[in-house]
């Protein structure tokens, strides 16, 4: 079967071929009417085809395991995927804005708009499906590209509504005119929503601090502290594909032997890992606590204990990114 399984390839290499039938589709439209708006959707539509196939072998490509190469993997080519997406959109709403003009210089008379407007219908209906597909998938598989590709498309369904009304107007008001008009908004529209899924795929590839899944782990972490997590501190967390990658250190007591904390930091993996999400590596650097630590180390009958316990200091995704130990202000 074509889909069949819940990891991403099966599933793009499916809404790849429903791609290309909606092109067909679209193609078929415009070469039945000669409009310029219904070309606006099959100029995405072709968008659609070339990035599906990009994002088919991206996904496959972040799905393959390590190597001495790319020892982190390789899912970060899914923000390159993702990146090339969104420029060819722009460069399709730029070709739609510059053959829009030209035919308003030099129009040309439109033919068989209800057939045109019927098969644009079927086309949207199926790309919102789709695209809403991809979207929850992607959310559940925790693919970047399969969830930006499933709002492309869902994009691609709502300029379509767009486009059906233009259409539709112009079926019943006869001012063919305005054909180029709607054009023109359209690649407009297109132009800015390629701008937003490259914005994001440049911030993925430069790493830019995805402020909810810090605030997640954040929150996780402060819920499940224990007595020995004396602190965290110069906490980072890095995409890869569908993993998340986590340095920090981690302050813990100074006496405790390699194996203890050695344990303590496997124990913050294991609980992160059981409760989160999505998959989490932690790259952990152990530090010694220190005198100052005392005011906000609150572990139980401490030996060497040189100032007592006043008060717990809450992680907060200010304190944490701070390269420097938790201490009494």
Known sequence: MLLNSNKPVPIQRFALVVSIILLSIKVIAYYLTLSNTILTDALESIVNVLAGAFALYSIWLASQPRDRNHPYGHGKIEFLSSGVEGILIIVAGISIIYKSVGDILDPHELHRLDTGIALIAFSGLINGVLGYFLVWKG??????????????????????????AG??????????????????????????????????????IMDEADQKVIDALVELLENARKPTWIDIHNF???????????????????????KDGHAIIDEIEKIVNEAFERKVEFFIHADPCTPPSCPVCSVP???????????????????????????AE
């Open 139 to 164: 959310k559940r598989l925790h693919s970047i590209l399969m969830e930006a590709n499933g709002r492309h498309l869902l994009s691609d369904a709502l300029s379509t509504a767009g486009i059906l």
């Open 167 to 204: 259409l539709l107007i112009i079926r019943f008001s006869q001012y063919e005119w305005l054909d180029n008009v709607f054009a023109l908004i359209f690649g407009v529209i297109i132009i800015v929503t390629g701008y937003r899924i490259v914005r994001k795929s440049v911030a993925g």
């Open 236 to 258: 980072r967390v890095i995409k890869y594909g569908a993993m998340l990658h986590v340095d920090c250190h981690v302050t813990v007591p100074w006496y405790y032997p390699v």
């Open 301 to 327: 009958d401490c030996p060497h204990r040189q100032h007592e316990f006043e008060a717990k200091i809450k992680w907060t995704t200010e304190n944490l990114p701070v390269n420097r130990r938790h201490a």
